[in-house]
């Protein structure tokens, strides 16, 4: 179902990617609003996709009304407490992006009965290439369930969840994963200047293979495995080179989606001040 009216809490990076990909799906400038403290951040945003923007909570909101809140975890309880009370009317789904704060606290704070559905998106939703992951509580309807997969399929592939506790492996995942492919996009950059490439190119060829990796494996039936095998010739260059990559990456990968998984749960615990 597509929505009439949407409301974004939030005018940061988040709030932005997904305001230029349902702008891009069509949704007209008039049925979507921002909302956020510092006139600068919502006013560049109205201005540059024809929004509008949204001085104070709202103390009501039409039927059907989608929130979207894309403020920082922290802010969450006190942003909450604010418009709780434009959530009188039933029809209004809350879909927050925040990391780590479940779908019980929302209720909690919110209204017990409100229809909440809880996001992962990534940045590649900036060019609709993101991955999001959802979970929608029993009190989501079935049409809003559809209209919450259509605002963040705008931004790219939408994947559901039963079971709520694992989006703080998605988080760790696929929320946080960006920054590591561009950290190893770094380091690549960086090992190849250290073998005499020029940084432009260092640069260049990192981000093909990359790309082009992705899209193989995007495009292929075979596994990840599979295909690392095609590049790897007995006793060849890659060989030599995976040889030192199996020595660390994969407790590596262990210990960091750990450390975020972790992140993330703290996040979630308003007895934990993480800054
Ligand atoms: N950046 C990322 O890769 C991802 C972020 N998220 C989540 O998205 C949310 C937003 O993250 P970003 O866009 O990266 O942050 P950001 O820092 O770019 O934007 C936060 C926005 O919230 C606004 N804000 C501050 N106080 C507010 C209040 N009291 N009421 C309304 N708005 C307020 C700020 O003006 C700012 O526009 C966070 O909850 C984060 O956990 C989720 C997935 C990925
Ligand atoms: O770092 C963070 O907390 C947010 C959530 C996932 C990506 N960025």
Known sequence: ???????????????????????????????????????????????????RSLAATAQSLPANSVVIYAAKPKQISAVLALWRQAFADAGVLFLSVAAGIDSARIAAELNPG??????????????????????????????????????????GEIYWLSDESLMDAVTALSGSGPAYVLLFLEALEDAAVLQGLDRATARALALQTVLGTAQMAAASTLSPTALRHQVTSPGGTTAAGLAVWEEHLRPLAQRALAAAAERSRALGSPEKDIP
């Not at 932005?16 to 979507?32: D, N, P, S, T």
């Open 1 to 51: 179902m597509i929505p009439q009216n949407i409301v974004f809490i939030g005018a940061g990076n988040m709030a932005r990617a997904l305001i230029a990909g349902l702008r891009r799906q069509g949704i007209a400038g008039e049925q979507i609003q921002v909302h956020a403290p510092s006139s600068a951040h919502r006013d560049a945003l109205a201005e540059e996709f024809g929004i």
């Open 114 to 155: 409100s229809a909440i559905v809880r996001g992962m998106p990534n940045t590649p939703a900036q060019v609709g290439a993101g991955a999001t992951a959802l979970y929608a509580r029993d009190s989501v309807s079935a049409a809003q369930r559809q209209t919450a997969g259509f605002i963040m399929s705008a931004v």
